[in-house]
């Protein structure tokens, strides 16, 4: 079966010059128009910097994306992810014909329609409705094809009272909720969507994403979505692409490339240790107890975690606590012991806890350790490790269940401490 491709990028990379506005000095233009008209290719084009934000490069020159090539099929909604500054925001002002490409080429079918900042492509000082009309013509779009749905888009977009009040006067919430609903209702071949719908409120976010599903899966149009929210991102997309440095990564199901995201930079040890004695109460070390001596935990079977503590002076009311979150970095598992009636940090010494989890059901996939030291009587945190460890529950083939009323359930989750002093 042959493909319907409606947008196709080919070698795609886009160079920067650091630290001015242009192409940079003279010289520079003159060594690149000499080469031109020689038909050799662009000296500069050979150096530049890899895009990474963290770390110092030694070139003024930097890609913001080097050799990118993809096919979107008409209908796919594809979700284009990664850190900030990985190059999103520059790839979708690329196929939305905001900047050109340095080299390669963007090859589409039809008409496009971008949400890429703020206020982008709105007047301030004309008043929404005139927008919306000003939006239309832009995408090519009669006058007679805007008014037969300005009052959809009017309805959707939550602004009736302020339709004829300036866009200077909106917020940057209204101005987001104006231009989607422009951009969703005029019917465009390609949506291009940057992050923007984040500016909205929760009611506003679930309606766009609601219209996108509308608009991808009745109307047959393409969607190319980047966000940070990984909810959102694999509740409308059906595939992915993965970028880091301005490069892609990854492509594939939206599934596998939110996975490899978030994969791509954690803790993969189930053990965490701290080298350094302080003069302050502070966590030594903390151990996930898996399966002996593995990354991985069977599904609905007992976890250990392992929490080594060292206090130089005597501590009053201590609580020692602990998250396990997801990749997302929602916190499924919250415990907490204020250890009132149990004689731990009365002495100075070196303190190991146990936590074992009873039954621990979570779905299978990666999560990460959040572990907290304090006193309550002192109202101090004195320490606390982020992401100190990890683990990975795998579904095992055997499960176990009890049966009430006739339905088969998990046991509920049980805790249980251990405490003992190891060392004065």
Known sequence: ?????????????????????????????????????????????????TNDRSTKGTSDYVWALQEINFEVERGEVI??????????????KILSKVTAPTTGSIKSRGRIASLLEVGT??????????????????????????????DEIIEFSGCERYIDTPVKRYSSGMTVRLAFAVAAFLEPEILVIDEVLAVGDAEFQKKAIGKMQDISRQGGRTVLFVSHNMAAVKSLCTKGIVLEHGKVVYEGGI??????????????????????????????EIEIIANPGSFYHDFNKDLKIKITLSTPYKLTD?????????????????????FKEIPFCHEVGTYELI?????????????????????????KRFDQIYEACSFEILLSEKREYYYQNNSAVYKEKETAWTIKKIAP
Request: proline content about 3%.
């Open 1 to 49: 079966m042959k493909k319907d491709i409606i947008l196709k990028a080919e070698n795609i990379s886009k160079q920067y010059r650091l630290g001015q506005v242009g192409t940079g000095t003279l010289s520079h233009d003159f060594n690149r128009w000499w080469h031109e008209i020689r038909g050799k290719e662009n000296p500069y084009l050979k150096i530049g910097d």
């Open 79 to 92: 979700g284009i992810i990664g850190k900030n500054g990985a190059g999103k925001s520059t790839l979708l």
């Open 121 to 150: 492509g709105f007047h301030g000082e004309m008043t929404g409705r005139e927008n919306i009309y000003l939006n239309g013509a832009i995408l090519g779009m009669t006058k007679k094809e805007i008014a037969s749905k300005i």
């Open 255 to 284: 599934e596998q490339s939110i996975e490899h995201y978030l994969n791509a930079d954690y803790n993969k040890s189930n053990i965490y240790t701290s080298d350094i004695k302080l003069d302050v109460p502070y966590i030594k």
């Open 318 to 338: 201590p609580a020692v606590s602990y998250q396990i979150v997801s990749m997302n970095d929602v916190p499924v598992v919250h415990e907490l012991n204020l």
């Open 355 to 379: 936590s074992e989890i009873k039954k621990l059901s979570l779905y299978p996939g990666i999560y990460k350790l959040n572990v907290f030291f304090a006193d309550n009587f002192l109202k």
